[in-house]
């Protein structure tokens, strides 16, 4: 593991999930969540993104999945903003296009200390499969104010939901890669204020 790495617990009643996140990796993932789009979606992320991942998620999915979904964007979100460390000389801005079939997703990031979720995206069906499509939301805006960034999802169009949510995640994963990227030109914190 590189030194900006992470490893965070969260134990509820409703949830047990163990995370080790490395943001200098090569997009190795060991992702079990119990809720298997989730999990495929993470995968997906991890890979674009070129992190290392470990969750192991245990929750109450004989209820729903919104509790285990939801509380992995929190750990994932807690990790992001340790493993980012101190922030000296990180890219701070991040964005991504990517297109998947029929749509075309983007997302553009800044680690900015300042948590936020702009969220512009129909999702034409409730579910996929299983999982309810409204807990991508969920999980993104519990990522964004844990990991403290600024985060903002446009899909400029597209009708397929399953498409619509890998395509998300996928540039996910690439502008956040870009934004905690070390740009060997930014010497310190990335802000006329000294600080992030």
Known sequence: ?????????????????DLQLDIDGTGEATIDTGV???????DLFTKHGQFDVNIQAN??????????????????GQALLEAVGDKKGIRRYGDAFVPMDDVLAHVVVDISNRPHLEFRAELPQAKVGTFDT????EFLWKLAVE???????NVHYGHNTHHIIEAI?????????????????VKGIPSTKGML
């Not at 593991?1 to 999930?17: G, P």
């Not at 298997?36 to 993470?42: E, Q, V």
């Not at 729903?64 to 750990?75: F, L, M, R, S």
């Not at 995640?169 to 030109?185: H, V």
Request: proline share 3%.
């Open 1 to 17: 593991m590189s030194e900006r790495n992470a490893t965070k617990q969260r134990y509820t009643n409703e949830t047990e999930i």
């Open 36 to 42: 298997p789009f989730l999990t495929h979606m993470l």
């Open 59 to 76: 929750g109450d999915t004989d209820v729903d999945d919104h509790h285990t979904t939801e509380d992995i964007g929190i750990v994932l």
């Open 134 to 137: 409204e807990l991508v939301h």
């Open 147 to 153: 990991a403290r960034i600024n985060l903002h999802v």
């Open 169 to 185: 995640f996928k540039a996910l994963g690439r502008a956040l890669n870009e934004a905690t990227s070390i740009d060997p030109n």
